[in-house]
C-alpha cells in the first residue's frame, strides 16, 4: 500500500523526522503510569516509537470524555484512565498499543492533524499489509455508532475488507510537539511489525535494546513526578473536567 501522504510534494514532508527510537516497552504498566510515560516522550528532542502492554484490564478515554461514560460502553475493566489525547473510548483488553512522538523543533511547525494522521496510519498499514495483515486506508467517515472508538470508524483509520476497524488513534500538540497514541485491534500482525512501522516513519531507526527498561536515564522518576502531579489528582480524574459532565449525551 502506498502512503499518500508521503508522496505529496506540499504537505510538509520535509518537517517530518529523518530518525527515530523505537522501543518496546518491556514493562506492563497502570494506566496512569503510561499516559505519563507517553507525555515524558513527548517532551524528548527526539521521535519516539513506543510499543508497550497494560498492567491491569484497561479503558482509556478521550480528553473531554468521562470515567463514568466509558464504563457505561465498556464494563468490567479494573482501570479507566483519560487521555491526554483525543479520540473515543477505547477498550485496551486486547490489542496493541503505541505511541509516536514528534519533538518540538525551532522554526518548525508540523502539517495538520489530519495529514499527520494520514501519514502516520498509511506507514502503519504498510506494516501491517507487510506482516500478514491485508488492510486498507479508510477514505470517508463511517456511520457514526457513538462514543466507544471502533464503533465509528473516520477517515484515514484502518479497518479490513469487511470494513472492520484495525486501527485508531487520537493526537494532542503542545508548544510544537506532537504525541499521537494509538490501538491495533481485531488483528495479529506477524512480529517485528514494530521496526516495520518505525521504518515507514524515518529512515534511521535507532532500535532499543530488547529489555530496555527506561529509554533513557531518569525516565521513571519523570514518569512518577507526572504521575503525582498530574495524572493521578482529583482535578484531572473529576468527572466535569472539560466540557462534557457525566451521563452527558
Known amino acids: ?39 515524558v516522550l513527548s517532551l524528548r528532542p527526539e521521535a519516539w516509537l513506543r510499543v508497550y502492554g497494560w498492567a491491569l484490564p484497561a479503558v482509556s478515554f478521550g480528553y473531554f470524555d468521562t470515567a463514568t ?9 479494573q482501570e479507566y484512565i483519560r ?17 509516536v512522538t514528534l519533538p518540538a523543533r525551532e522554526g518548525v511547525v508540523y502539517p495538520m492533524a489530519d495529514q499527520l494522521y494520514l501519514w ?15 488492510c486498507t486506508l479508510l477514505t470517508e467517515d463511517a456511520p457514526d455508532g457513538g462514543r466507544a472508538c471502533w464503533a465509528s470508524p473516520v477517515k484515514s483509520d484502518i479497518v479490513d475488507a469487511a470494513g472492520r476497524k484495525l ?49 533513557f536515564a531518569g525516565f521513571d522518576a519523570a514518569v512518577q513526578e507526572l504521575v503525582e502531579s498530574k495524572y493521578a489528582t482529583a482535578a484531572w480524574n473529576d468527572e466535569t473536567h472539560g466540557r462534557r459532565k457525566p451521563h452527558q449525551a
Not at 491526554?84 to 496493541?96: M, P, Q
Not at 496510519?121 to 501491517?128: D, E, P, Q, V
Not at 506532537?178 to 521504518?199: D, K, M, N, S, Y
Request: charged share 20%; proline share 10%.
Open 120 to 134: 502516520i496510519h498509511g506507514a502503519l498499514a504498510k506494516a501491517l499489509a507487510a506482516s500478514g495483515v491485508p
Open 69 to 77: 461514560e466509558a464504563a457505561g460502553i465498556f464494563p468490567g475493566a
Open 1 to 39: 500500500m502506498d502512503n499518500p501522504f508521503m508522496q505529496a510534494p506540499d504537505a510538509g514532508r520535509d518537517t517530518l523526522p529523518q530518525s527515530i527510537n523505537l522501543w518496546v516497552d518491556p514493562v506492563p504498566r497502570k494506566g496512569w503510569c503510561n499516559m505519563a510515560a507517553d507525555e
Open 167 to 215: 486501527a485508531g488513534a487520537g493526537q494532542r500538540r503542545r508548544k510544537g510537539a506532537v504525541l499521537h497514541q494509538g490501538l491495533i485491534q481485531e488483528c495479529t500482525p506477524a512480529p517485528g511489525w514494530e521496526l516495520l512501522l518505525a521504518q515507514g516513519l524515518a529512515p534511521r531507526v535507532n532500535v532499543l535494546p530488547p529489555g530496555s527498561r527506561e529509554p
Open 83 to 99: 487521555r491526554w489525547t483525543g479520540g473515543g473510548i477505547v477498550d485496551h483488553r486486547s490489542g496493541y498499543t503505541y505511541t
